[in-house]
């Protein structure tokens, strides 16, 4: 499910629609309710420090037990990031103090779950692991002072080992019959979302596919030995052979004989479907287009 809230995009996911509609059904309103309160004061801390930075927002994908920003910035930098990440926990913790303070005032029973649910978005936020606050702030600061690459292996790692330290800690409170689904929930999502960022092409491979297209649409390439490869191989992995020849023609290997591919359309093809590609879907995409 998808609206608008502005220039920002809403995407509601099928697993949050789901356990809202449990929640609502089985008459957990009161957790339903401090969960929202507590994510909405969150993002709305992320969503403050990008406005302050001049930073639009794509796009908010809610999840069953948080939701995920995506900033629409071309030239975000690693300082931006590290800023609009840390806004998040902080004001999830600013807000618990400000109700700590007010608690005299108010019913015990009802802002003790609130605090309680503030102080734990703040906390978990801070683990080291993809796409939580603490992953995208580990992710900035290692990839001032590494390659991307190896940022992400990193990442990946620390995601891995807040993975199973989660799971560890649910598994040690259902043994004592403290119930705690969301740090069952928690790990796969972490896990697929570093996997994903890994798979992701870095900035520096997608600048120099992009860089390389303008070169030959401007005639700077020139034509040399004709490179073979077989069809299982990636659209990176052609490019790869290319930069060193610096050839403009690619011969794929199939069963049924070979295809040729020139250096435009495999670098066309890698700014639309993405390096990890492999060549015979590219060849499939141009045969279907003729």
Sequence with gaps: MRFSVGRTEIRVTMPAVLV?????????????????V??????????????????????LTLYPFGAVMRLDALFLSGRDERIVAAAGPLGSLAFAAVLTLFRPLL?????????????????????????????????????????????KGLLLSFTAAVSVGLTAAGIYLAVRGIPAWALFAIPPFVLFSALWEWKTPDAGTVSRVMERREAIRFGEARKAQIVVIGEDASIRDALASFSGARCTILRVVRSSGFVELTEFELVDAAAKLGVHTPLK?????????K
């Design 107 to 151: 019913s015990e029973d009802r802002i003790d779950p609130l605090i309680a649910a503030n102080l734990a978005i703040a906390i978990l936020n801070l683990f080291p692991a993809y796409p939580l606050d603490g992953g995208r702030i580990a992710r900035s600061a290692l990839q001032s002072v590494l390659r991307e690459r190896t940022a």
């Design 38 to 59: 507590s994510l909405v004061v969150h993002e709305a801390a992320h969503a403050v420090a990008a406005r302050n930075l001049k930073l639009p927002i794509a796009c």
């Design 20 to 36: 809202l509609a449990f929640c609502i059904t089985a008459g957990e309103t009161k957790p339903l309710l401090l969960a929202l």
């Design 281 to 289: 879907t590219v060849i499939l995409r141009l045969t279907d287009g």
